[in-house]
């Protein structure tokens, strides 16, 4: 079904799972590669959304901005940064009137085409695949460009000295470098090496892209509809971007963007498939084989697990009478996913939604262009149909 990252960690089953999840755990748990993707966060927040969104709003278009673009290149700037340890710069004010870079897309198409595989009968898309038409021939060039531009990556890196970042920012510890710096198991050639290599960047361009973009665009769009939830006070200061240190104590900014994802999941369905005959706690019997498929957007609007005003956005939900988060279980809460294959970059990606919404709702007051209907896409992942157009005023300084 998601053929397009190959055979690495978010697809990879049993014994080559286990494998790769600890080498990935290793790589998530180090506190270098953690310090230095939290600081590119901040960093690609301070130079290019926060001067793109200070130039839309010098612009004062009458007709706005389409913001689920701009979260894209952003994402991709700071998921490309984290993973090589250089800038694509998508989102530079002199870059941003080109289009998204057919790398940054790749992924966005493949989630689309992974969803009508699930739609369809295999047959169906396995004959789309043969005949190379519609979403596979749209999949097959996406997982092109993929490769392309991820095995130039891994050549470029290998032509420098010990295949480490070293003459790069980071010093060696994004996430190329500490792939390449894992020991090669025995036995392993060359070409294999270098498709693990491929598979583990192309797993983490999807698993921290598009998830954060989705993330952003339906939190914006939320406060916008909601505008009483906006909390602030004056803005101090130019171009004031907060890292994920400072906005520790944030716990209503935390609470909104939980509540968003209760609301709006990124991932907005799971799918599992049983190895053996099993139960489930209300009793339902799974046969071998059969596919089980749990829809998360579903699960966060059920009155019996979020009460009745489970429709509503109230973060409050989420904070206790002494104003900290609340811990949800993530049996309830699966956004994340719950149990051994949950999300290796929870924090990372709570922080990193943080670290934009903070500094966007600090420098600049945001409001939903009228009459643009927002409705969601179909695919594996929650992007919006036609984006969201908004328009952006700079906060006045106190
Ligand atoms: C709001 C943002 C995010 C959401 C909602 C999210 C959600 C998820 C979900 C549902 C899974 C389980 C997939 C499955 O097995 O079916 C997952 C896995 C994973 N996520 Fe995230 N994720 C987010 C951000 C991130 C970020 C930023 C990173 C990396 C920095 C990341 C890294 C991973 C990895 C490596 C896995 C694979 C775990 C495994 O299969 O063992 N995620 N994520």
Redesign the pocket.
């Known amino acids: 079904m998601f053929d397009v990252v190959g055979d690495g ?2 697809v ?1 089953d049993a014994a080559s ?1 286990v494998r ?2 600890h080498v ?1 755990a290793t790589v ?1 748990g180090n506190p270098s590669f953690r310090s230095f ?1 939290l600081s590119t966060m901040a960093r690609q927040t301070a130079r290019l959304l926060v001067p793109f969104l200070d130039h839309a709003a010098a612009a004062a278009s009458p007709d706005g901005f389409e913001i689920e673009e701009v979260f894209m290149r952003y994402s991709l700037d700071v ?1 490309y940064a ?1 993973a090589f340890a250089a800038d694509l710069d998508t989102l530079s004010v002199a870059a941003a009137s080109a289009p998204v870079p057919l790398v940054g897309q790749a992924t966005r198409v493949a989630s689309e085409a992974a969803l009508f595989r699930h739609i369809v009968p295999a047959w169906w898309w396995r004959l789309m695949r043969w005949l190379n038409v519609g979403t596979e021939r749209r999949l097959a060039e996406a997982k092109a460009v993929l490769d392309e531009f991820v095995y130039r990556e891994i050549a470029n890196r290998k032509s420098q000295s010990l295949g480490v970042a070293s003459g790069r920012r980071g010093g060696g510890s994004d996430l190329l470098s500490l792939y390449m710096a894992w020991p090669r198991d025995p036995g392993v050639t060359e070409r294999q090496r270098d498709q693990f290599l491929r598979d583990s960047a192309v ?2 361009m999807f ?3 598009d ?2 973009v ?2 952003l665009t339906w939190f914006f769009y939320i406060l916008c509809t909601h505008p009483h939830h906006h909390r602030h006070g004056h803005r101090r200061g130019e171009h004031a971007v907060f890292d994920s240190d400072a906005l520790q104590p944030a716990s209503y900014l935390h609470a909104a963007v939980l509540e968003t ?1 209760r609301l709006f ?3 907005p369905f ?3 498939e049983a190895v053996g005959d099993d139960v489930l706690p209300d009793g339902t019997k799974v046969a071998k084989g059969t596919r089980v498929i749990f829809c ?1 957007y579903a699960m966060g609007r059920i009155e019996e697990m979020w009460g009745s005003d489970c429709h509503e956005f109230r973060p409050e939900r989420w904070l206790s009478d002494v104003g900290r988060v609340r811990h949800e279980p993530s049996h309830k809460f ?4 719950c149990g ?7 924090n ?3 922080s ?2 943080k670290i934009a919404a903070a500094a966007i709702l600090h420098n600049f007051q945001v409001e939903l262009v009228d009459g643009h209907a927002v409705e969601p896409q179909d695919s594996v992942v929650l992007h919006t149909k036609n984006g969201i157009r908004v328009r952006i005023k700079r906060r006045k300084a106190a």
């Open positions: 960690l978010l990879a799972w790769q999840r990935a998530f993707v998921s984290s797993g983490y698993a921290a892209k998830l954060i989705a993330a994802l999941p990124p991932a799971e799918e599992k998360i699966a956004v994340f996913n051994p294959r949950s999300c290796l970059g929870k990372l990606g709570l990193n939604i």
